[in-house]
């Protein structure tokens, strides 16, 4: 099993979250995202929520016009399939849209969709996004091996793993082999399947290494809560650096 060269994509929610704390425009999102290219990440993502309460529709306007279709810099929007969700994505066309089955209220994305609950809307979402590579974010605990294909066949790219169930497992050193088997299990099923793959959600500096090296068909990897925190104490740069170097072992 060949280990192809994963992507950084930086969640900068965190970012908005904290200016938007004080009002005003510091720090500014678009200067870190730019920042962030500059220090050598793949990617920027975004997770616009109705209420505004981290990433505003005017955030995501401006990092459009830094990362156009031409970019070598990926543009991902992440987020839950509303009909308002949909109008921004028509108008901005990302490089990658990535759906997450949470509603507006809840805190962060913290499950996988029910595809045979959900296939029909994810059908007609990918109808609407001819535009965009199409990731959709799934729980190797609940997603069959029937899933994975149902996904393929309506027209999806890309899963992306949630990755809470190992972070836990990693950070509590409980069932980290068993949990890390489920993770292998779903990418190779993706993978022949015709999907691609990412990964994401509580990933950072200590429990990175360990699932790359066990899942090596991960193309990309969207870090924001813990990459922002880590760069507190290390500095945005070299933060950056460090995952870079992690993921280029």
């Known amino acids: 099993m060949s280990k192809i060269k994963t992507k950084l994509s930086v969640n900068i929610n965190k970012i908005a979250t904290l200016r938007n704390a004080r009002g005003g425009n510091d720090p500014d999102v678009l200067l870190a995202a730019k920042r962030i290219e500059q220090f050598g990440a793949h990617g920027i993502t975004v997770h616009p929520r109705p209420d505004e309460r981290h990433i505003r529709?005017?955030?995501?306007?401006?990092?459009?016009?830094?990362?156009?279709?031409?970019?070598?810099?990926?543009?991902?929007?992440?987020?839950?399939?509303?009909?308002?969700f949909l109008e921004l994505i028509s108008m901005i066309k990302p490089h990658q849209v990535t759906?997450?089955?949470?509603?507006?209220?809840?805190?962060?994305?913290?499950?996988?969709?029910?595809?045979?609950?959900?296939?029909?809307?994810?059908?007609?979402?990918?109808?609407?996004?001819?535009?965009?590579?199409?990731?959709?974010?799934i729980d190797p605990k609940t997603c069959t091996s029937e899933d994975l294909k149902a996904l393929a066949e309506i027209g999806v790219q890309r899963i992306e793993l949630y990755t809470e169930n190992y972070a836990k497992a990693?950070?509590?050193?409980?069932?980290?082999?068993?949990?890390?088997?489920?993770?292998?299990?779903?990418?190779?099923?993706?993978?022949?399947?015709?999907?691609?793959?990412?990964?994401?959600?509580?990933?950072?500096?200590?429990?990175?290494?360990?699932?790359?090296?066990?899942?090596?068909?991960?193309?990309?990897?969207?870090?924001?809560?813990?990459?922002?925190?880590?760069?507190l104490y290390l500095g945005l740069e070299q933060t950056i650096?460090?995952?870079?170097?992690i993921l280029d072992r």
């Not at 209220?105 to 296939?119: D, I, K």
């Not at 650096?241 to 170097?245: A, E, G």
Request: glycine fraction near 6%.
């Open 170 to 231: 990693f950070s509590e050193n409980k069932n980290l082999e068993f949990v890390l088997s489920s993770y292998k299990k779903c990418a190779q099923h993706a993978i022949d399947c015709g999907l691609q793959i990412n990964a994401g959600h509580d990933l950072n500096q200590l429990n990175l290494g360990l699932f790359i090296d066990s899942v090596p068909q991960v193309a990309e990897v969207s870090i924001g809560h813990a990459l922002i925190s880590e760069a």
């Open 99 to 137: 759906l997450v089955p949470d509603p507006p209220h809840v805190l962060t994305s913290n499950a996988g969709w029910n595809v045979a609950e959900s296939s029909k809307l994810l059908k007609e979402v990918c109808q609407k996004i001819p535009y965009s590579r199409i990731s959709v974010f």
């Open 57 to 84: 529709f005017q955030d995501v306007y401006g990092l459009k016009k830094m990362f156009p279709e031409n970019s070598n810099t990926e543009f991902n929007i992440e987020g839950y399939p509303s009909a308002d």
């Open 241 to 245: 650096k460090n995952y870079l170097k």
